[in-house]
Nanobody
Framework: VNLVESGGGWVQAGESLRLSCAAS????????VGWFRQAPGKEREFVTA????????YYADSVKGRFTISRDNAKNTVYLQMNSLKPEDTAVYYC?????????????????WGQGTQVTVSS
């Protein structure tokens, strides 16, 4: 099982980034996928999630209207489009996969995790 995040980097406030999460080693299109983030000294927090069919999405209030999650099951990849980035979005971003479809806003719902990609937003 492998989840690999990419696309992180350093940007200025107001700019955009697109993260990717590439999956392998399990039936990806049977799994919901979520993005979480963790800033230094803080708990890992929920950002967004998408169901296995992509028919439902969930967002943290802090990113609603700025971030968009999508998936391409043919490519075993989930994307996180992040617009209007703010310094408080600075964190390591992790993707995770869940066989279930409930409690997707909590980290306990997820069986598999990637290693994370750093996003730094300067003011």
């Amino acid at each position: 099982v492998n989840l690999v995040e990419s696309g992180g980097g350093w940007v200025q406030a107001g700019e955009s980034l697109r993260l990717s999460c590439a999956a392998s080693g399990f039936p990806f299109d049977d799994y919901a996928v979520g993005w979480f983030r963790q800033a230094p000294g803080k708990e890992r927090e929920f950002v967004t999630a998408i169901t296995w069919r992509g028919d439902m999405t969930y967002y943290a209030d802090s990113v609603k209207g700025r971030f968009t999650i999508s998936r391409d099951n043919a490519k075993n990849t989930v994307y996180l489009q992040m617009n209007s980035l703010k310094p408080e979005d600075t964190a390591v971003y992790y993707c995770a996969a869940s066989r279930g479809s409930i409690r997707l806003t909590t980290k306990f719902a997820y069986e598999y995790w990637g290693q994370g990609t750093q996003v730094t937003v300067s003011s």
